[in-house]
């Protein structure tokens, strides 16, 4: 696994996924292959509105096509659990043009 560098200190540590469709995955990382394909457990997306909280979509188990990725980062799961997503207001991303 060690293709990929800095993905390998995240393994079975939570995550955040931003696709270049703009999609926000959150869930564990348990693996990757050397085209960044992901896998990722106990995983949900965030759906932002202006109107209305963050929903939760939950998605269990998910591959995550390397193509497909724009940002990985690390989620402080502390301060992501501090936070009320019901009351969070935020516009969609929108997609990623390369």
Do not use: C, W
């Amino acid at each position: 696994m060690s293709t990929v560098p800095g993905l390998e200190s995240l393994v079975d540590q939570t995550i955040s996924v931003i696709t270049n469709d703009g999609r926000n995955i959150v869930g564990i990382l348990k693996g990757f292959d050397q085209a960044t394909n992901i896998i990722l457990d106990e995983s949900h997306e965030r759906v932002y509105s202006t109107k209305e909280g963050v929903q939760q979509l939950v998605l269990g188990l998910y591959i995550i096509r390397g193509d497909n990725i724009s940002v990985v980062g690390e989620l402080d799961e502390e301060l992501d659990a501090s936070l009320d997503l019901s009351k969070l207001r935020a516009h969609p991303l929108k997609p990623v043009i390369h």
